[in-house]
Nanobody
Framework: QVRLVESGGGSVQAGGSLRLSCSVSGSSIGRRRLGWFRQGAGKEREGVASVGADGGSTYADSVKDRFTISRDSAKNTLYLQMNSLVPEDSATYYC??????????????????WGQGTQVTVAS
């Protein structure tokens, strides 16, 4: 069973940066679809970024050119570098694991394993 544990959340001023990490156990991340999602207060969970087994990535329009997803297979860890943060980015961020050999996707239905979430707060 795939287990995911996020870290790196916190509070930051608008325009600042944070890097989220997701430690994965139970599966090699290099062969699996992985993604980051977020859920703000009173909002539905939305896909933020994803990386596929082939290394391709996709992003939500709202974070393109500001966020970067990456993975370190040696550490079995997924990252989300978030730059130029705005208050609208405030949310609980979740990492998720999808099927083996699958391409990138930010659709929540394409994932079967979820972390517990880490809070990101961006102050104006």
């Amino acid at each position: 069973q795939v287990r995911l544990v996020e870290s790196g959340g916190g509070s930051v001023q608008a325009g600042g940066s944070l890097r989220l990490s997701c430690s994965v156990s139970g599966s090699s991340i290099g062969r699996r679809r992985l993604g980051w999602f977020r859920q703000g207060a009173g909002k539905e969970r939305e896909g933020v970024a994803s990386v596929g087994a082939d290394g391709g990535s996709t992003y939500a329009d709202s974070v393109k050119d500001r966020f970067t997803i990456s993975r370190d297979s040696a550490k079995n860890t997924l990252y989300l570098q978030m730059n130029s943060l705005v208050p609208e980015d405030s949310a609980t961020y979740y990492c998720a694991g999808g099927p083996l050999f699958a391409s990138a996707s930010v659709a929540p239905g394409g994932y079967t394993s979820w972390g517990q979430g880490t809070q990101v707060t961006v102050a104006s």
